[in-house]
């Protein structure tokens, strides 16, 4: 599967994580009606971060109710052990971190062989040197811009620095993987994270806990 979007476009992708977590599919309908494209989905193990959410059954569930584009953020110290449980489930996109112990280039290889797209994914503290090796390999990169675990955490501006330099190894290389942030992103950041180069943006607090989705929504295109 290739991106459903021009690489350069900016969407959003709200985090699920932060709907009404005994309501998800009020909070798929919700982002739905907001006019998004994407719904991110924070899988989480409780051992590569310290909390854990919900599972392939769940994203089934969810899949069976919406037609959005399923970004699937895999929180895992072994991805490479999960990752086809949420292509059966229904992700359109599975995003890997590049931090834990595993086969990362056969993981991504193996990902795109079963037809969907993949991401790389990296923490705070990682230096950007680590994805480098896959950026041909991969539809997108997710910077996270929170230590990963938690939504409604505060969004660390100095990572951007890392989506600077994945911007210009881009043009560089005249790649077309597309720039994801992660983590406290919200309508005062939004416009710094795209200056930097980002154009995905998952928003979870700051779409579920607006008063009008579909003006977020709105908003955030217009930056
Ligand atoms: C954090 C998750 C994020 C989080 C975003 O580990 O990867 O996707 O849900 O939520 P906010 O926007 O509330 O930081
Ligand atoms: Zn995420």
């Not at 971190?97 to 797209?117: Q, S």
């Amino acid at each position: 599967m290739t991106l459903p979007l021009h690489k350069d476009s900016i969407l959003l992708a709200p985090s699920i994580l932060a709907a009404d977590q005994s309501a998800l599919g009020d909070g798929v309908s919700l982002a739905k009606a907001a006019g998004v494209n994407w719904l991110h989905l924070d899988i989480m193990d409780g051992h590569f971060v310290p909390n854990i959410t919900f599972g392939p059954d769940v994203v089934k569930t969810l899949r069976k109710k919406s037609d959005l584009f399923f970004d699937v953020h895999l929180m895992l110290k072994n991805p490479d052990k999960h990752y086809e449980s949420f292509i059966n489930a229904g992700a359109d996109l599975i995003t890997i971190h590049v931090e834990p112990n595993y086969p990362i280039r056969e993981t991504i290889k193996a990902i795109k062989e079963k037809g969907i797209c993949v991401g790389i994914a990296l923490n705070p503290e990682t230096d950007v040197d680590t994805v480098l090796p896959f950026l041909e390999l991969v539809d997108l990169v997710l910077v996270m811009t929170v230590h990963p675990g938690f939504g409604g955490q505060e969004f660390m501006a100095s990572c951007l620095d890392k989506v600077r330099i994945l911007k210009e190894k881009q043009v560089e290389a005249a790649l077309s993987f597309r720039i994801e942030v992660d983590g406290g992103v919200n309508l005062e950041n939004a416009g710094s994270c795209i200056n930097a180069g980002a154009n995905t943006l998952v928003c979870g607090t700051s779409f579920y806990q607006s008063s009008d989705a579909s003006a977020f929504h709105e908003e955030i295109l217009s930056l």
